[in-house]
């Protein structure tokens, strides 16, 4: 494999690894926030435990997030030199931000929220972690929006005389942060994290209700019946709005990447009326000779594309054909597929929709077992622990069908606004990296993220199994300092 190979697989690999953790963060610290202010409006210590309880699982997974993160900036100067230089100032700045702004807020209220009980009042603790569940959220949205800027760029401009793209300006910032892609891509993170943490929290709780309705029925009923129902309706709610989300960004992604919906879409030529594909055997759908399976009704595909059954789709064929014209004397003598790697977008697209219907009907499955707890098994209760894992696979598939329909751009041309802003993926890669070095960095990196992740997993078993005890109590108050006290630190 040449640099470009190595450096994608590099990228592919450590990102999909990170983002692992990223939507967790993003789910549990809103859902945890929830918890404790029902505490503070209720009065119900139960909620206090629930929070500290998952709390300690979102600390974990927060530091695993993070140090899996780190890697990934690094690799914008290691392997993609090339993009970096390209458009540096625009890429930069909401990572900029984001590291400024948003980290800091994170990891300081984050602090707060962990050592602060007993030392802060109630409404400044529960204040902590909302701050902090906002610092996560503003985190994702400048991330995304750097991510959305190369699925449709911004608020740039072109410098020919730097031969690189810039900010348009102050507005060309506010431009690349909440442009429609941004803030679909946003929504739909947003949303299909909340349906990953929601489905956490629904099987460590029916796991611990199905354990303790026996042995301890006082403390499944009052403390693991209703994390059990939190847990489910996040994840109803999650996957209704990762549905809805889903549905308007794909009809968003059909106008500013029409390629990439025509290969998640399986379309060959442009045509109206067009069917919902099922099957993707092989076949060149530049040429416009994919082979398809195709549901049997007419529209549906359309319908879905853009609220019209009788709506005309662009197909591969012809899509190559414009794109080829558009940039035959930029790239001049290039042969350029600009369809994507169909296989991968066409089933991508279908696993990731698949498996939000999945959760969904799980969520309406779990709460209406969990009208009669005692009648849920232990084989539900592991049911609802191995379709954990379906929000996250989902969530992998989004990023490879974003990513890999991306290709062959780094940074896809806009034709609806600035076109001359635009960047071939094999332009990107640095040109001054040796192959090797790629290679070793991807071992040391993948062997660093395995011993992380076995770190990640017996702590999470680790305090997932260890539950919570009904008969400790949480110390809230606040504690006044005598004169005399010893103070611990001071600086």
């Known amino acids: 494999m040449d640099i470009v190979d ?29 918890m404790q202010t029902k505490w503070l409006k209720r009065g119900e210590e139960r909620w206090l435990k629930l929070s500290e309880f998952f709390g300690k699982l979102l600390i974990i997974n927060f530091a695993i997030g993070v140090a899996t993160g780190i890697v990934q900036e ?14 540096g100032d625009i890429f930069g700045a909401p990572l900029a931000f984001e590291a400024l702004l948003a980290f800091f807020l994170e990891s300081t209220f984050l602090g707060i929220w962990i050592f602060g009980r007993g030392r802060i009042t109630p409404k400044l603790h529960t204040l902590s972690i909302w ?50 892609t941004s803030m679909y891509t946003f929504l739909h993170t947003f949303a299909a994290s909340i349906l990953l943490a929601g489905s956490a929290i629904a099987a460590i709780a029916l796991w611990w209700l199905v354990k303790t309705i026996k042995k301890n029925a006082p403390e499944a009923e009052e403390l693991w019946r209703p994390a059990a129902h939190f847990g489910l309706v996040a994840m109803l709610i999650g996957s209704i709005l990762v549905i809805g989300s889903g549905h308007f960004s794909a009809q968003h992604i059909t106008e500013v990447q029409p390629t990439k919906m025509a290969a998640a879409m399986g379309i060959n030529t442009t045509e109206k009326n067009v069917p919902l594909a099922l099957v993707y055997t092989g076949g060149d759908l530049a040429k416009g000779e994919a082979n398809i399976i195709a549901l049997p009704i007419p529209g549906l595909e359309s319908f879905m ?35 994507p790697n169909v296989g991968l977008t066409f089933y991508s697209f279908r696993i990731m929709m698949l498996f939000g219907f999945i959760s969904f009907a799980l969520s309406i499955v779990g709460l ?7 009648a849920i098994s232990a084989g539900l209760a592991k049911v609802f622990l191995w379709s ?8 992998t598939f989004g990023w ?30 640095s040109l001054t990296v040796h192959p090797i070095e790629i290679i ?32 400790k109590r949480l110390v809230t108050d606040v504690v006044e300092l005598k004169d005399d006290t010893v103070l611990s630190f001071e600086y």
């Open 6 to 34: 190595l450096a994608r697989w590099q990228f592919a690999i450590t990102t999909v690894y990170h983002f692992i953790f990223v939507p967790v963060t993003i789910g549990l610290a809103p859902l945890v926030a929830i």
């Open 74 to 87: 690094f690799q914008f100067g290691m392997g993609w030199s090339e993009y970096s230089r390209y458009v």
């Open 131 to 180: 701050l902090f569940a906002i610092g996560s959220d503003i985190s994702a949205l400048f991330i995304l929006a750097a991510n959305s800027f190369m699925q449709n760029p911004n608020g740039t401009r072109f410098n020919a005389g730097t031969g690189r793209a810039e900010l348009d300006g102050p507005g060309g910032f506010l431009n690349v942060i909440f442009s429609a």
């Open 305 to 339: 594309a853009k609220n019209d059954p009788n709506a005309e789709l662009q197909g591969g064929k012809d899509l190559q054909e414009r794109f080829a014209a558009e940039f035959a004397d930029t790239y001049a003598g290039a042969e350029i597929s600009y369809i």
């Open 368 to 374: 209406v077992k969990l009208k009669k707890p005692e």
């Open 388 to 395: 954990t894992l379906l929000p996250f696979l989902a969530s």
């Open 400 to 429: 490879i069908l974003t990513e890999v329909g991306r290709q062959p751009w780094v940074v896809y041309p806009n034709f609806g606004g600035d076109a001359n802003v635009h960047q071939l993926t094999i332009e990107a890669a």
């Open 440 to 471: 070793l960095s991807l071992v040391i990196f993948t062997l660093l993220y395995l011993i992380l992740g076995i770190v990640w997993f017996v702590l999470v078993k680790r305090y997932a199994r260890e539950g919570i005890s009904t008969n």
